[in-house]
Every structure is written in structure tokens, then in C-alpha cells.
């Protein structure tokens, strides 16, 4: 495809429940982000691949969450014992370099935590 | 300090009018100051972006003003368009050496242009 496809992009759990989101990022692009956006507020950074390296999780808020790239293409982003904080739009970025400006964005996951 | 303040929170413009959008920062690191346009549903898409050793850019209707001094940044769309309703979004940068960019968004304004 042309750009970031993420699927779902609808998702509702359980409070408790786990989910797996998945990313694709534009193919060949090195660079690849996960962000997550409240409703009515900009990007959140949480995590950072180089290719198959995790090179930044910081921004990941509790150890429930967990990234992967373990091809250095298709990411997933897990969430274990979903909590009702965690609904958010989940969104992922890729770019072509490992140093460059311009983040492409996926549509996002909308994830809901009844 | 990484945040980058963001304003006014939401902004209605009548067509053929002047809608400005206005940020500030903090971290004298920051090396590179984009612009994002997301429609709802959609991802952020990059608008335009600017570097500071330049105070202004233009791409078309939309222009970004850059005030390294007071560390301010502005976005200007003249002419605005219904079709220019959406949320706005700045972002800062800063390059990390081994890493690459590492951005932070302000929380966004919401425009709406009036037909």
C-alpha cells in the first residue's frame, strides 16, 4: 500500500483484557513510532524502532505495555489487563531514514476500555 | 521542559479570512518545528515545517512564522477554505545523536471555517 495501514481500527475490550494492535508501516521506511492521542489532545509519544531495535520506550506508561518490530517491518503494540485510562486513539508513524523529519501517520486504533 | 504550548484551543474563521495559530517551547534543543493537519478519522498528515535558521516559510496559502529569540512559532492560512477545518497541530524536534527525531505535539486547535 501507499501509506501506514493500523488494524483494527476500531477495537473495544473489557477492562482486564488484552489487545494487540498492528502497524504496517510504508515498506523500506526505517523509522517507526507509536503515539498515543486522548481525545482532544495532540500525539503522545511511546515508543521507537530502528528497524527491528527498540531504541526508545520511554514514553510507554506502564509495563503493560509492550512493543515489537521483530522484522524491522510489521510492528504490534500490546496491552496487557486493559484499563479504562488506556482508551485512546493509538497511533503509529513511520519514516524513510533513521534520522529525518517526516512522520507518516497511520489512521490510528481507537481503542475503547468498558 | 519538552512541552510545547499550543493556542488558541479552537478558532472560528469566516472564508477569505486569516487564521493564525500560535506556539511556544522551551527546549533551546529543538531543531526542526512542523506543522500537522488531521482530519477526524484520519492521521495526522504534515502540513509544512521549518527549521530556525530561517523566520519564514511559505507553501502556498499557509506560512510558518518563526520567532527563535522568544521561541515562538506561528502558522498562518490565508484565504482560509471550509475545506481548511480540521485540527492543527505543532510539533518540536530535537536531533538525537543514534536516534533521530524525537518529537513532541502540542495539544492541538481545532479550526473551523465558516462558508
Known amino acids: 500500500g501507499a501509506g501506514v495501514s493500523q488494524s483494527p481500527r476500531y477495537k473495544v475490550a473489557k477492562r482486564g483484557q488484552d489487545v494487540a494492535l498492528r502497524c504496517d508501516p510504508i515498506s523500506g521506511h526505517v523509522s517507526l513510532f507509536w503515539y498515543q492521542q486522548a481525545l482532544g489532545q495532540g500525539p503522545e509519544f511511546l515508543t521507537y524502532f530502528q528497524n527491528e531495535a527498540q531504541l526508545d520506550k520511554s514514553g510507554l506508561p506502564s509495563d503493560r505495555f509492550f512493543a515489537e518490530r521483530p522484522e524491522g517491518s510489521v510492528s504490534t503494540l500490546k496491552i496487557q489487563r486493559t484499563q479504562q485510562e488506556d482508551s485512546a486513539v493509538y497511533l503509529c508513524?513511520?519514516?524513510?531514514?533513521?534520522?529525518?523529519?517526516?512522520?507518516?501517520f497511520g489512521p490510528g486504533t481507537r481503542l475503547t476500555v468498558l | 521542559q519538552q512541552q510545547v504550548k499550543q493556542s488558541p484551543q479552537s478558532l472560528i474563521v469566516q472564508k477569505g479570512g486569516i487564521s493564525i495559530i500560535n506556539c511556544a517551547y522551551e527546549?533551546?534543543?529543538?531543531?526542526?518545528f512542523p506543522w500537522y493537519q488531521q482530519f477526524p478519522g484520519k492521521g495526522p498528515a504534515l502540513l509544512i515545517a521549518?527549521?530556525?535558521?530561517?523566520s519564514e516559510k511559505k507553501e502556498g496559502r499557509f506560512t510558518i512564522s518563526f520567532n527563535k529569540s522568544a521561541k515562538q512559532f506561528s502558522l498562518h492560512i490565508m484565504d482560509s477554505q471550509p475545506g481548511d477545518s480540521a485540527t492543527y497541530f505543532c510539533?518540536?524536534?530535537?536531533?538525537?545523536?543514534?536516534?533521530?527525531?524525537?518529537?513532541?505535539f502540542g495539544p492541538g486547535t481545532r479550526l473551523s471555517v465558516l462558508p
Open positions: 510539533a518540536a524536534s530535537e536531533n538525537i545523536r543514534g536516534y533521530g527525531q524525537n518529537f513532541v
Open positions: 527546549n533551546t534543543a529543538f531543531d526542526y
Open positions: 521549518i527549521r530556525p535558521d530561517v
Open positions: 508513524a513511520s519514516s524513510p531514514r533513521t534520522r529525518t523529519d517526516t512522520q507518516y
